[in-house]
C-alpha cells in the first residue's frame, strides 16, 4: 500500500521557468516530510525538509508547500536549471519513528 | 568528510546463490537504514538499526533476508537463495537524526 504518492513520473520545464513538482500522502500522522534529489549511478541527496507545524520552507531556489487538510506537498524551483535535472523523491515519517515513506518519484528535465 | 559508501556497486549473482550487502555509514551516525528501488518502484524500507536497541526488521520481505550491524557501524545486508526477484538496487542510508538520512550511492544486484 503506497502511502505516498508521485503520480507524475515526468516533468519538462524550460529553463528559468518554475518547476512544481507534486506528492499526495495518505497517513494523516505523517508529521514530517523530505525531498531528496537523485542522480543517476548515485543514492539520493537529501534537499530540504518541513515539519507539519509549518506549511512553507524555504531554501534559496526551492520551496516546499505543505497542505495538511489536503495531505498534500508540492516543492518548487524557480529559478529552474539544467542541473536541477534529476529524480526527486518526496518522503514522509512520523515523529517520533523510525520509518520513513517515500514516493515513485518524478522525473524532471529542466530544457536549456 | 566521508558519506556512505557500499560495496560492491554493482553484483551479477546466478539463482539461488547468497549474495552479502556492505554498508559504511558516516562516522558517529547511530541510525542505519536498508532500502530497496526496484525497477519503476519508489524505496521500500527494508530494516533500520538505532544505536544498541534491537533493529526494526519490519519492513524485510521474507526470511530470505537479513542484516546486522557490528560494533555500531558497519552493515551487511544478507540475501540467502535469490530469486529474481530480488535483483533491484539496494540502498543504504545513516543519520544521527531523526530528520535526514545521508544515502550512499547503492549496489545494484542482478539475479540470473
Known amino acids: 500500500d503506497q502511502q505516498v504518492k508521485q503520480n507524475s513520473p515526468s516533468l519538462s520545464v524550460q529553463e528559468g521557468r518554475i518547476s512544481i513538482l507534486n506528492c499526495d500522502y495518505t497517513?494523516?500522522?505523517?508529521?514530517?516530510f523530505l525531498w531528496y534529489k537523485k542522480y543517476p549511478a548515485e543514492g539520493p541527496t537529501f534537499l530540504i525538509s518541513?515539519?507539519?507545524?509549518?506549511d512553507k520552507n524555504e531554501d534559496g531556489r526551492f520551496t516546499v508547500f505543505l497542505n495538511k487538510s489536503a495531505k498534500h506537498l508540492s516543492l518548487h524551483i524557480v529559478p529552474s536549471q539544467p542541473g536541477d535535472s534529476a529524480v526527486y523523491f518526496c518522503?514522509?515519517?512520523?515523529?517520533?519513528?523510525?520509518?520513513?515513506?517515500f514516493g515513485t518519484g518524478t522525473s524532471l528535465t529542466v530544457i536549456p | 568528510g566521508a558519506g556512505v559508501s557500499q560495496s560492491p556497486s554493482n553484483k551479477v549473482t546466478e539463482k539461488g546463490k547468497d549474495v552479502e550487502l556492505r554498508c559504511d555509514p558516516i562516522?558517529?551516525?547511530?541510525?542505519l537504514y536498508w532500502y530497496r528501488q526496484s525497477l519503476g518502484q519508489g524505496l521500500e524500507f527494508l530494516i533500520y538499526?538505532?544505536?544498541?536497541?534491537?533493529?526494526?526488521k519490519s519492513g524485510l520481505p521474507s526470511d530470505r533476508f537479513s542484516a546486522e550491524r557490528t560494533g555500531g557501524s558497519v552493515s551487511t545486508l544478507t540475501i540467502q537463495r535469490t530469486q529474481q526477484e530480488d535483483s533491484a538496487v539496494y540502498l543504504c542510508?545513516?543519520?544521527?537524526?531523526?530528520?535526514?538520512?545521508?544515502f550512499g550511492p547503492g549496489t545494484r544486484l542482478l539475479v540470473l
Open positions: 518522503a514522509a515519517k512520523r515523529i517520533p519513528g523510525n520509518q520513513f515513506y
Open positions: 538499526f538505532q544505536g544498541n536497541s534491537a533493529p526494526d
Open positions: 518541513i515539519s507539519s507545524i509549518k
Open positions: 497517513n494523516s500522522m505523517f508529521d514530517y
Open positions: 542510508a545513516s543519520s544521527n537524526l531523526e530528520e535526514t538520512q545521508y
Open positions: 562516522s558517529g551516525h547511530t541510525a
